[in-house]
């Protein structure tokens, strides 16, 4: 191999990433995957918060999961809620520690920073490799996980966003977050 490959710079962010997560002050007690559940749960919506939902998007076993949220719920970071219709049913909810937490920590300052300096290539990057993302994603037939306003089933009712697949009302908020349900418009039949 002679060139820099676009998976050996994925592996050096990865790596600095990791680096920036140990050596930061506020995450030096939390393991990689629990910082990973943590960040999901800021992000995702209603139908995305459970258990299942952490292990599907990690794409990690359910053990190894489940013993990162009973950390975090031992932590103070997160609290688990029954399901109101589905008493079976479990949703994770980040404690107000753990959502300022992360609201102080994203984006990583390195990042945003090595964004900033390259200008307005920085966007022109995000774009590309979101673009990236869902070729990927649409290749290997994997969940999506997209934002809820990108969505094939989200629709206006009466001005308000509404899920075509729950048929349940959405609210403005829950249009910029990700779901497990999320399918491309392009995926349609
Ligand atoms: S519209 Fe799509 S992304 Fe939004 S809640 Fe419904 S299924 Fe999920």
Redesign the pocket.
């Known amino acids: 191999m002679t060139a820099t490959t676009l998976f050996d710079l994925f592996e050096r962010l990865t790596s600095l990433m990791r680096v920036w997560n140990r050596q930061h002050p506020l995450l030096a007690d939390l393991q990689p995957i629990q910082i990973s559940a943590l960040i999901y749960l800021s992000r995702c ?1 209603r ?1 995305s918060n459970t258990p299942l939902g952490v292990t599907d998007y990690l794409g990690l076993t359910k053990g190894t999961v489940s013993q990162s949220l009973k950390a975090l719920e031992a932590k103070g970071l997160i609290v688990k809620a029954r399901d109101a219709r589905d008493k079976r049913s479990v949703h994770l909810q980040l404690t107000e520690t753990a959502r300022t937490l992360v609201e102080t920590l994203l984006p990583p300052a390195f990042l945003s920073a090595g964004e900033t300096r390259m200008g307005k290539r920085g966007p022109q990057l995000e774009a590309l490799l979101g673009e990236l993302l869902s070729e990927v994603q649409r290749c290997a037939d994997v969940p999506s996980f ?3 306003a990108t ?5 206006q009712v009466d001005g308000q966003p509404f ?4 048929q349940e009302p ?1 609210t403005q908020s ?1 249009a910029v977050l990700i ?5 491309s418009p392009e995926v349609a039949t």
């Open positions: 919506n139908y997209g934002l809820c969505c094939r089933f989200h629709q899920c075509g697949l729950t959405l829950d779901c497990r349900e999320h399918q």
